[in-house]
Each structure stands twice: as C-alpha cells, then as structure tokens.
C-alpha cells in the first residue's frame, strides 16, 4: 500500500540551518522567528509582525528585473540584516514550513505563497502556460523557484490549512486538486489531466482536472486553498 503524505512539523525550536537560528510557533496563525545576526533574510512586502531595533530594513534587487517587470512580478524585495531577530506572520489562517535546501538545490512554489528566505538563496520565477493553467486565467501563472547556489539555504512558505509532504519514487505518480500543491522538487514533473465526465441526463457534461505529478522527488500539499482574484 503507498505511504500517505505526512503532516510536516507545525512548530520548529531553535533549529539552525543556513547560517540562522529559527522557531515557527502558533496554531491559527503561526509566526516565524529568525536570527538574522549571521545571515540576511528577504521576505515579501507586508508580513512584518516585530524586529529588535537592531536590525536594517533595506530592498534587495532580483535577478531578471526587466523580465520580472515585463511580466507584471516585483524586481525588489525587503530584506532584514543585522544583530537581533526579526518576526513574520502572514494575514491569515495557515502553516509555515521550513524547506532547507543544500548547495545547488532547487525547489519550485506555487505564487503568492513564498514568505521568506535567506539571502544566500537565489530567487527566480518562470510563468506556466497551456492546459495547467485553466483555473488560473488565460495569462497563465507563476511558478516562483529558489536555487542554494550560494551554499546552504532555507526557504519558507506559508500554505493554507495544513501542509503535508509526499516523498515520490523514480516513475511514482500522484494526482492533486489544482489548488491543493504547495511546493516540488524541481525532478518532480506536473502535467494537467482532464477526464470528461457524462451523466447521461439531458446532456450534461463536465470536466475533472487534476495535476499529476510524477517523481522522484517531495510534493507540498496543502489542505486548503485560497483562490487569489485575477483580472478576469
């Protein structure tokens, strides 16, 4: 029988990784506590909750600005450096969950659910086009990704509802509601599967999608999904 996915840890204690210190504690909204003495951290616009007084808040530039531009993504982000510890928390009910990431290592995030990183972790975007994204608008979506090409580094992220992870085997498939994957490997390949479903009365049809994904490598799952509005 396949293993389940596995409900990834909801709190963290003085875990040190990546040259930070960190604790995630909090049941509805949980917060994310750093040491950024050793390291900068960037994080996305809004989501600080408390600093040390210590701490710099400036902007770090990302790579491809005029590509981020063209595509309508932020080309700056906030980054926190110096002595003390600085504190996140996002406007909503969810899970935060560390992905630690070794030397040339890359992991790939649903949009909208990055919330922060260390500095040495390389910060990149691709949009996604074509049947996978035909909930999402017909200007596709983005898929954020994160390289330790610097060393090792830490990504958090922050899912809705609870967040489980499934380790695939080389060649292992599992299908997952369109709303519901968080973060994969970047050997874990998606495809969009439809099957067209008939009841027969009065000529009813509709459609069941699911992404599938195929391994080797982890898949994020969160439990709930918040639908981001779009332009249409």
């Not at 996140?88 to 992905?99: K, L, M, Q």
Request: without cysteine; hydrophobic residues 40%; negative net charge.
């Amino acid at each position: 029988m396949p293993s389940l996915p596995e409900l990834m840890p909801t709190e963290v204690s003085d875990e040190t990784f990546g040259g930070v210190t960190y604790h995630i504690a909090g049941e509805l909204v949980p917060v994310l506590s750093v040491d950024v003495t050793r390291m900068p951290v960037y994080f996305e616009h809004h989501i600080l909750l408390w600093k040390t007084s210590t701490i710099t808040i400036g902007l770090k530039s990302l790579k491809g600005a005029l590509k981020r531009m063209m595509a309508g993504m932020q080309i700056f982000v906030t980054e926190a450096s110096g002595a003390g510890i600085i504190a996140f928390s996002r406007d909503g009910p969810g899970h935060i969950v560390p992905i630690h990431l070794r030397r040339g290592e890359e992991i790939q995030v649903r949009e909208h659910q990055f919330l922060a990183a260390t500095g040495n972790v390389e910060y990149t975007f691709e949009r996604v086009r074509g049947l996978a994204t035909m909930l999402f608008g017909q200007s596709g979506f983005f898929i954020d990704r994160f390289r330790g090409d610097s060393g090792d580094g830490i990504v958090w992220l922050h899912g809705y509802g609870n967040v489980f992870e499934k380790t695939l085997a080389a060649g292992e498939t599992l299908d997952i509601e369109p709303g519901g994957w968080l973060f994969k490997d970047a050997s874990v390949r998606m495809e969009t599967k439809i099957d067209r479903l008939s009841s027969g009365f009065f000529g009813a049809n509709m459609n069941f999608i699911v992404n599938r994904f195929t391994g080797p490598g982890r898949v994020g799952i969160q439990s709930m999904y918040l639908h981001m509005p779009t332009e249409e």
